[in-house]
């Protein structure tokens, strides 16, 4: 891997470990692309936490060869905003790299202050969630998504009449609580609420954030 991608993972690495859910696609492509091994890939996945399986996975990526870095971008397919950002600062590095040449100097730029954990800008958070939004998030929730529902203030005999109401079809359940709780909020029913009730579940952040 080169320096300045060595350089851009390890600025990174906090917010990356925050925002990426390795397991599902990330380490599964790296290891289909033999970027990693079945030992590494073991190693990544016995971590007890999201967090800490994305900080293995950064541990260990560097040292996997002059394919890695750019295998690690094309595996951020579920995390568009992650992929985008790194993108952008590569493109400066590369850039300022270039620059550095033309002036006989080797220069890398330093990358900007990583992003806030903030989802949304503090004017869309006191707005409603849109159907696209709920509906997107909905396919994303998984197991967790009763303790979110219940957070939201939905009751317990809700949450049952939603999964009863669409007995084949879990993504509906979820939508339909979701949708309920829009509803009755009224004012109320903000994104921010919403993002509050995630993180009362342990929701990863990445799972609103890839809704949005």
């Not at 470990?17 to 692309?33: A, C, K, T, Y």
Request: with cysteine; proline share 6%; net charge neutral.
């Amino acid at each position: 891997m080169e320096p300045a991608h060595r350089a851009l993972l390890r600025e990174h690495r906090h917010y990356l470990s925050g925002q990426l859910l390795v397991s599902d696609s990330i380490v599964p492509l790296l290891f289909q692309e033999e970027i990693l091994t079945e030992a590494q890939v073991d190693q990544i996945l016995s971590q007890p936490s999201e967090r800490l399986k994305a900080l293995e996975l950064l541990t260990l990526l560097p040292a996997r060869g002059p394919r890695a870095f750019r295998a690690f971008i094309r595996s951020l397919e579920d995390h568009s905003w992650v992929r985008e950002r790194l993108e952008a600062e590569l493109q400066e590095v590369d850039g300022a790299r270039g620059a550095g040449r033309d002036t006989g100097e080797h220069r890398i730029s330093r990358p900007e202050p990583a992003l806030a954990n903030r989802l949304t800008t503090p004017t869309s958070l006191q707005t409603p969630p849109s159907d696209r939004v709920l509906s997107r998030l909905a396919a994303r929730l998984g197991s967790g998504y009763q303790e979110v529902l219940l957070d939201l203030g939905l009751s317990a005999e809700d949450v049952f009449r939603c999964r009863t109401d669409n007995p084949l079809c879990s993504h509906s359940a979820v939508l339909a609580g979701l949708v309920l709780w829009r509803q009755r909020g009224g004012r109320g029913a903000t994104m921010r609420r919403l993002e509050q009730s995630l993180e009362a579940a342990e929701v990863h952040p990445s799972v609103l954030q890839g809704a949005l």
